[in-house]
């Protein structure tokens, strides 16, 4: 758009303006270009939200009120005929089962184990980047990878965990076979990709925490164990709802991993770990080609996160709290958005005195 | 320095002195403080585990399908068989060129594009003042919430409907700008961008675009390379949307994975030595800005 040069400049004298009375195109367009730049530049967010996200999101329900095939396109109305139809499916059930089987094994082994983590690296250890990197490096091979790998060495047969087992004298564990087994199987595959990921976003949370308070904690003669579930546990608080809460979103629409945890893709032979998501994929592209059902249960998943993830919100807060209420009466207003700056510069950008807007800055042109 | 300015500033210099002793004494307990081999021995075996999988991946890789089947757990030093694996992943269908070519495509065009949107976006949203600025943040930051894979079949449609199923063009554009790009970039924007820098722009006759340019895109960099790098890392590692659209005519290298091994299963040496292939550019990439990338996580960084 703007083509306006620094008027100090001559190199662009193509469009003299006479400096005749009343406002000339440039200052006009300066002031254009005051006042509806802003819109410009945060246009193409919402531009393409809307196109990618929010219509499909509302076009998914229209879809899922009609017979919808992936070839044929659309049919008739057939009103809430897909949601029933989905439901009586046993299939929906068990995906909904190993869906948040996995994401219950993962969820709580992952938020333990790397609030643990964090501990451990919130020490005054050596060559701190070193081993951060360390726990980081998962996170960047593809769910897909980290899938192929995963299920090759838990293979039921000839599988490295499984002879690592037998060498113990443990017996071997049916991990593709076996329903429970093949959710631990999956659950580890995340929390090798996520756990270290986590640990660090915990680790700022943890490096923000004012060391007076344990000092404190120190002189009314708490332990190290006692320090860490009464200061740190607390002051996590904001930063563990949104752990949990984005390991929500992200943890109920799982796909990658189970989708190759054996080479056929279809969640095993009797469906031990397919999940939701595989299933709308298979109700859209597989054998049935029915968009309608699979859009149903597109929406019916997105109901469940956003009860779950509601649900969450309640029960992290709650127990995160626990005895400490008193210690800390942060409102917790905007859970989501003001935890995410866990750690050094983006907090900083929330507390330090930040030169505030100047007044003068009303969208009208200074000059 | 031996002396605290700050205090000596304030208070003389025998608190200054003070100080200097207090941190004297801090340093001497920083070093006595240091945690015993306990903490080095869980940091040595949490090292193992998260990078074990991936070796485990090219010693499989550099093996044949025979000793797999006759040593489940193999002797940590690889055999020999990695380069003739990998040529023949190269010259297998699953289209591995194309399927490099276009993750490389994907990957640049998509961070490119969000580091620029969002920069522009988290501008306006920091710096500028116009009309309905503080409830569409607030909406832009609500949307982070929202399950987009969900809509996973009208998105299909659409892209069916602009003849986009199985081009590039389907994955690269619905990504182009990220509402968690636009408040990285707003979050980051705030604390290191000065209203004098862009008043003295105004005052030097700079349109709003070339204050973009010239001022914010510099003052931007640190968090810019960082938004960068972690939507390159997301883009790379996409399965689930280009595997939809895309198909195995036109794969990404994940989805090319998959078609990998759900073609060659009997043979986990060629399968794994293509995943070993597929993921040793982010490895590569992580030994060089993994620094970057632990700050970035600490600063903030959200899931995919």
Known sequence: ???????????????????????????????????????????????????????????????SLHEWSLIGGKGEFVGLGNYTQVIAQDNFWVGLRNTFS??????VTQTLGALLLAAVLNQNIRAKTFWRMGVLLP?????????????????????LINTLLEG????????????????????????????????LIFLAAMQAIPKELYE??????????????????????????????TATIGGLQIFDEPRVFDQAGQGGSSRQWMTVTMYIYELGWGAQQSFGRAAAVSWILFLIIIGVGV??????????????????????????????????APAAATTAPVSDPPPTRTGKDPS | MSTDPMVVGTAGTKAGKAAARARAR?????????PGWLTYAIMAVVLMLSAYPLYYSFLLGSSDAVSIAQTPVPSLIPEGNFLENATRVISSDIKFWPALLNSIIAATVTAASVVFFATLAGFAFSKLRFRGRGPLLVFLIATMAIPTQLSVVPLFILMAELGWTGRLEAVIVPGMVTAFGVFWMTQ??????????????????????????????????????????????????????????????NPTLPVSIQLLQASYFKDYSLILAGVTIAAAPLIILFLFAGRQLVAGVMQGAVKG
């Not at chain 1, 100090?8 to 000339?24: F, V, Y």
């Not at chain 1, 530049?41 to 329900?61: A, D, E, K, N, R």
């Open chain 1, 1 to 63: 758009m703007s083509t306006t040069v620094a008027p100090r400049r001559p190199a662009a004298p193509a469009a003299p303006t006479p400096p005749s009375g009343g406002l000339t195109w440039r200052q006009r367009l300066g002031i254009w270009d005051f006042r509806y730049s802003p819109y410009l530049y945060i246009s193409p967010f919402f531009v393409l939200f809307g196109i990618v996200g929010l219509f499909p999101l509302v076009y998914t329900f229209w879809v």
């Open chain 1, 102 to 107: 996995i994401f219950l094994l993962s969820g």
């Open chain 1, 139 to 159: 996170f960047v091979v593809a769910p897909v990878a980290v899938g192929v790998i995963f299920s090759k060495m838990f293979a039921d047969q000839a599988g």
């Open chain 1, 168 to 199: 113990v004298g443990l017996p071997s564990v049916g991990w593709h076979s076996d329903v429970l087994a093949s959710h631990v199987a999956i659950a580890t595959m995340v929390n090798f990709r996520w756990t270290g990921y986590v640990t």
């Open chain 1, 216 to 245: 404190a904690a120190m002189i009314d003669g708490a332990g190290r164990v006692r320090q860490f579930l009464s200061v740190t546990v607390p002051m996590l608080r904001p930063t563990i709802i949104f752990v949990v809460i």
């Open chain 1, 311 to 344: 649900l969450n919100y309640l029960l992290t807060r709650r127990i995160a709290t626990g005895e400490t209420t008193r210690t800390r009466t942060t409102p917790a207003a905007a859970p989501l958005v003001g935890t995410v700056p866990a750690g050094t």
């Open chain 2, 26 to 34: 801090r340093r001497r307990s920083a070093t006595s403080n240091r």
């Open chain 2, 188 to 249: 980051y924007l705030e604390s290191a961008l000065p209203y004098e820098l862009i008043e003295a722009g105004r005052v030097d006759g700079c349109s709003m675009l070339r204050t973009f340019w010239h001022i914010v895109m510099p003052a931007a960099r640190p968090a810019a390379a960082m938004l960068g790098l972690f939507t390159f890392i997301g883009s790379w590692t996409a399965f689930f949307w280009p595997f939809i659209v895309l198909g195995s005519a």
